[in-house]
C-alpha cells in the first residue's frame, strides 16, 4: 500500500522558516517525480513545486521562487520543502504526490502550516 | 499564472448527468493531452480519477468520463450518486518548464 505521510507543520511567524518533510512507503521512491501542492483555507488547489526522480531538476511555482526549496533524500524515501520568509497568504494545508507520468496520483493526507503572529 | 477557469458550483439530482467545464489557454489545456481531474472530499486529500484527458485509473467508476476540445475541458458524471458531492479540480500540464496549473475547483451538489 503506498502511504505518504507529510510532518513538520505548524504555527510560524511572519518572516520565520519551516521545513516540511514526506516519508514515502510502499512505493518505488527513486523512481518516481514528485510534487509539493497548497491549498489554502476554503481555496483550491496551487501546484508549488516539484522534482525529478534524482533530484537533478526542480521547479517552483513563479512566485515562490527564491522562498521554498524542494529537495529529497532517495536513501530515506523522503521529500522535502525548505519555506523561509514566511507570509500570512503561504498558510495552507500542503500536501506531497507523486507523479506518474502527466498525473498526481497519490496524495498524502496534508501538513498544515499557519503563518501568524 | 492565472488559475484555470471552472465553474464555482454545479448541481443535480441522483440519476441525472453533470459536467464540469475548464477552460485554459493554448499555453495549456489547448497545448497538451495532459488534462487530469481530481476529487476532493471535505477534510480529504485530492483523488486522481481522470488523467491524459479521458483515462481512468483502476477502480474509477465509468460513470465519470472527460474529454478536451481545443483550450477547453470537461468532465461529465453520470448517474449522479450522493456520494460523488464533493470538490472537484481540473489540473493541465503548462508549457513552463514542468509547471503544473489547477482550476479553481467546482463543488459538485446532490440535489
Known amino acids: 500500500e503506498v502511504q505518504l505521510v507529510e510532518s513538520g507543520g505548524g504555527l510560524v511567524q511572519p518572516g520565520g522558516s519551516l521545513r516540511l518533510s514526506c516519508a514515502a512507503s510502499?512505493?518505488?521512491?527513486?523512481?518516481?517525480?514528485m510534487s509539493w501542492v497548497r491549498q489554502a483555507p476554503g481555496k483550491g488547489l496551487e501546484w508549488v513545486a516539484n522534482?525529478?526522480?534524482?533530484?537533478?531538476?526542480?521547479y517552483l511555482t513563479d512566485s515562490l521562487r527564491g522562498r521554498f526549496t524542494i529537495s529529497r533524500d532517495n536513501a530515506q524515501n523522503s521529500l522535502y520543502l525548505q519555506m523561509s520568509s514566511l507570509r500570512a497568504e503561504d498558510t495552507a494545508v500542503y500536501y506531497c504526490?507523486?507523479?506518474?507520468?502527466?498525473?498526481?496520483?497519490?496524495w498524502g493526507q496534508g501538513v498544515l502550516v499557519t503563518v501568524s503572529s | 499564472q492565472s488559475a484555470l477557469t471552472q465553474p464555482a458550483s454545479v448541481s443535480g439530482s441522483p440519476g441525472q448527468s453533470i459536467t464540469i467545464s475548464c477552460t485554459g489557454t493554448s499555453s495549456d489545456i489547448g497545448g497538451y493531452n495532459y488534462v487530469s481531474w481530481y476529487q476532493q472530499h471535505p477534510g480529504k486529500a485530492p483523488k486522481l480519477i481522470l488523467y491524459?484527458?479521458?483515462n481512468r485509473p483502476s477502480g474509477i467508476s465509468i460513470r465519470f468520463s472527460a474529454s478536451k476540445s481545443g483550450n477547453t475541458a470537461s468532465l461529465t458524471i453520470s448517474g449522479l450518486q450522493a456520494e460523488d458531492e464533493a470538490d472537484y479540480y481540473c489540473c493541465s500540464y503548462v508549457n513552463n518548464g514542468r509547471h503544473w496549473l489547477f482550476g479553481g475547483g467546482t463543488k459538485v451538489t446532490v440535489l
Open positions: 491524459e484527458v479521458s
Open positions: 504526490a507523486t507523479h506518474h507520468g502527466f498525473r498526481f496520483d497519490y
Open positions: 522534482i525529478k526522480e534524482d533530484g537533478s531538476e526542480t
Open positions: 510502499g512505493l518505488t521512491f527513486g523512481s518516481l517525480w
